[in-house]
């Protein structure tokens, strides 16, 4: 699916074949072992889809289970959380676990009970999360947090 949806951009503009270079730069980063790394551009550079398509290649080439993006603000996760459900098609492999989350009054109460256990577990394959969440997954010291933390071995 992402695949097809970033071919289907267009390279009219400059910026459009810098982010289509940023993109390619980072299939190929992918195939790097296993490590930390770093993505500096500048703001609407893409990073977004093009750090994205580093986690799918990484994952793909090194058979990773999950995904975390991680994002220090709320005001830019909702924006980044859209993007990445536009490109994946798929809601059901995304789990957004941040603040700015309101489950339906009127949502079924297994619904409820469902996402609140992948909430728990950060069982699915992409997770968006805030740093808040991640810190305190890694220093809480809650069962939930033992559980997260688990989840968080084998993934990009």
């Not at 398509?53 to 090194?62: G, I, M, P, T």
């Amino acid at each position: 699916n992402f695949n097809s949806y970033i071919e289907n951009f267009k390279t009219e503009r400059d910026i459009d074949l810098a982010r289509k270079a940023i993109s390619a730069a980072c299939a190929v980063a992918a195939q790097k072992p296993e490590g930390v790394y770093r993505l500096n551009v500048p703001t609407g550079g893409g990073k977004t889809l093009s750090s994205l398509r580093y986690s799918l290649e990484h994952a793909k080439k090194y058979h990773k289970k999950r995904m975390f993006f991680v994002m220090p603000l709320l005001s830019i996760i909702e924006q980044n959380a859209q993007e990445i459900r536009k490109a994946v098609q798929d809601d059901s492999i995304l789990l957004e676990h941040h603040s700015n989350v309101i489950d339906d009054e009127n949502s079924d109460v297994e619904e409820l009970n469902k996402r609140e256990l992948l909430i728990q577990s950060w069982d699915n394959p992409i997770v968006i999360t805030t740093l808040v969440q991640l810190l305190n997954t890694m220093f809480l010291g809650k069962t939930s947090s033992v559980r997260r933390f688990a989840s968080l071995c084998n993934s990009v």
